[in-house]
């Protein structure tokens, strides 16, 4: 079998601060950026591709990390790296120097997602599947080898998630089939960027409906008047059947979390997303006691499996949004997943960015499929951004994600985006900087 | 006024692995080190010295990252940086692209914490005096400005804050004089780490009693049958009226930690430190409920006050030991401590490291002096390793600090120290990686 010859990484920037797609109330000149890694082996035909998400300034600091994180992998036999997918992710997370600089958060973690990414995309393409279809044809034992459970076992121990899962699998086949034939539902967030106009709001909430959306998501808390019109508009063009959710991006203090979403109740809103801290596990729990009926949902900036899991624990979440590339990889995420079955809590990811929706759509799909059973109250985060740099980029139709069918995570990019976006030396960048060190 | 002309960083490893100095459960051959900022200025005179701490690989990422965010401070003028370090900080704390990759978490708060350390120092040596006394000369009004308490509002707001420091601040003066008589007291660590023999071990037990120390503190979590010997020397050597603490280092799962811990009861410790996962809020109170009267102490890894304000509310700490060098400087430190005067839990800093020592003594002063005004229950950590490096390193007489009287944090290195342990480049390291690459 081919071993591991080499770690590229990538610090790939585009330009989105520009238009202002993205902006919110605590985010307002993202560059959407990725620290991008490629596991590259002996045999050409064979790579893995990974990343992790940031908007700009830091990416730097991620691409060092994952080059760094990836080192260990360098000169190993595929083979066994790909049939112990849970192992190697422990061995590189537990690395005795780095872990200081978490534990499993922040700039390390971050990088860690992105390096395991690119290895769990390796075996989904040395197997010949999606990610999706490869977890979905892993025992229940061979997903929790692979899951991440440390400090989780107060809660969740290994026989019950193993139990958990088994309690679903006989009905795999039978929820792919459904998911082949009507896809994975989704909502769109291209509609209510902070930096748009009322009348750019309007048409995208009317194209979001046309299009076959049934939820429709705004940025809030920067202005409450502004919050008040901006609802009204897109309540309207919703009607009283559609789902409107509404984002703070965390620049609330909780009691002003509570007073500004009751300002908002008028307008129904399904879930209020980050309204304070991610790191606010009581205050998200003060919040949706207080907030009712309105949903908390968060997740985004959730920095690992232990802060989810006191999320589940205090009753503080409605709706769990994980992130593909914040989170551990897939075997942090699988672990969050399973946590949020046990507590019957919905995941609904967050996407967006450059490539979430590529990777979550295979977590969602997963999720339905062997974890949780089910759709209801699920809907997964589209955005229509940046896409066309992927070279098997997500497809959505009638307010779905397409099952993806080739091989893989979906995460390998175009060579000719990495030529032109990478920072500061690809040509957009060297054109826009003319010359000037960053 | 002289403007900010540089801002020199330095990634600086100390070999302590060889030694197994600082050897834990969880930490097994830590590489002390320090991401080191100098802050020049116009005036030859005028410098400001600040560090982050970790044990090695990703020092890199934290120097990367301090350059980045020391960045926004060259060409201001340091009469108006010093004169508003609250603005300040949160000026680079919300740097809007860097943000993501926390927030207020991992690397780059890591790095936040190295520039505004500096940058205190900085304001200490401009006024002429230690940082403990600088802090201790400002009103209640003046400190809550600088303190940040962004998400802690629902608990403790500015009004309540300045009440809090109001109430203190006749009696400052009278215990700065009895700290100057007395020193703050301390524990040493030096005895207990996990690669010493049990006839070392015994010997720096013994040592530590004769110098005057009341306290001991040992590392466990590896081994029960090596925890229970080990327990039982130090406490033959402490005596029945000596204070033995034990340290797991996050070593445990919660219903691990709470078995460990009764077995080890029977040699009456003070505290159980970092029983678990340092992000787990609940699981510290479900400990700390179940193994009580010894208490539990967390903190060295608390990565911001949202989590420190959690710990609090949930009751989970009985000793909070919080980080100068992981919180984002002094204007967070400043947070938790108000927020531990608040709930009325003891601060007993972490220290250890490379100059943490430094650094915390100058916290735990002003702690006694203008926020708690109690020393009960309160003792902080002294280790003794590499204060040779510092030009003004703490003093420790009869297991106490000695006050600081040095302008500034004491954050200042020795030349020498650079040049030989800067990596990878100082003498001592080329010398030892023989001009290969690390």
Not at 200 to 215: D, F, I, P, S
Not at 316 to 333: H, T, W
Request: aromatic share 8%.
């Amino acid at each position: 079998m081919p071993r591991i010859t080499s770690v590229e990484t990538v610090d790939l920037r585009f330009p989105t601060s520009l238009t202002q797609d993205g902006s919110d109330a605590m985010n307002k000149d993202g560059d959407y950026s990725a620290a991008y890694v490629v596991l590259h082996t002996e045999d050409p035909a064979l790579s893995g591709f990974g990343f992790t998400f940031t908007i700009g300034r830091g990416n730097d600091l991620c691409v060092a990390a994952a080059a760094q994180r990836a080192r260990p992998l360098v000169g190993r036999d595929v083979a066994e790296l790909c049939d112990d997918l849970g192992g190697v992710y422990r061995e590189l997370q537990s690395d005795t120097q780095l872990r200081w600089l978490g534990p499993d958060k922040g700039v390390v973690h971050l990088a860690l997602a992105a390096v395991m990414n690119a290895l769990w995309d390796l075996a989904a393409r040395r197997a010949g599947v999606p990610l999706w279809r490869l977890l979905a044809e892993m025992s229940p034992e061979q997903l929790v080898d692979a899951a991440d459970l440390r400090y989780l076992t107060d809660v969740l121990d290994r026989d019950q998630a193993i139990t958990l899962l088994t309690a679903q699998e006989s009905g795999r086949r039978q929820r792919i089939a459904e998911l082949e034939s009507a896809g994975y539902p989704c909502y769109t967030t291209s509609a209510g960027w902070l930096g748009y106009s009322d009348a750019k709001l309007r048409r995208l909430c009317e194209e979001a409906v046309a299009a076959g959306y049934k939820h429709v998501k705004l940025k809030v808390g920067a202005d409450l008047d502004d919050d008040i019109r901006r609802c009204g508009i897109a309540r309207e063009v919703l009607g009283p059947d559609g789902h409107l959710m509404i984002d703070a991006n965390q620049v609330w203090e909780v009691h002003e979390a509570i007073e500004w979403v009751k300002a908002l109740a008028e307008f129904d809103p399904l879930w209020i997303e980050e309204p304070t801290s991610p790191d606010d596990i009581l205050g998200h729990a003060a919040i949706r006691k207080a907030v009712a009926p309105i949903g908390v949902a968060s997740g985004e900036h959730g920095m690992n499996r232990v802060l989810f899991k006191q999320m589940f624990q205090a009753g503080a979440l409605d709706y769990c949004q994980l992130d593909a590339a914040r989170l551990g990889s897939v075997n942090e995420v699988l672990a969050v997943y399973l946590l949020a079955a046990w507590f019957g809590v919905p995941v609904c990811p967050h996407a967006g960015g450059v490539g979430l929706c590529e990777l979550v759509q295979h977590l969602a799909i997963f999720d339905y499929v062997a974890i949780s059973g089910s759709l209801e109250r699920r809907v997964t985060e589209y955005v229509d951004h940046l896409h066309e740099h992927f070279v098997d980029p997500c497809v959505v139709r009638n307010g779905a994600y397409v099952l993806p069918a080739a091989p893989g995570y979906s995460a390998e990019m175009h060579r000719e985006s990495l030529a032109t976006y990478s920072y500061p030396d690809g040509s957009y960048w060297a054109a826009r900087l003319g010359g000037e060190l960053p």
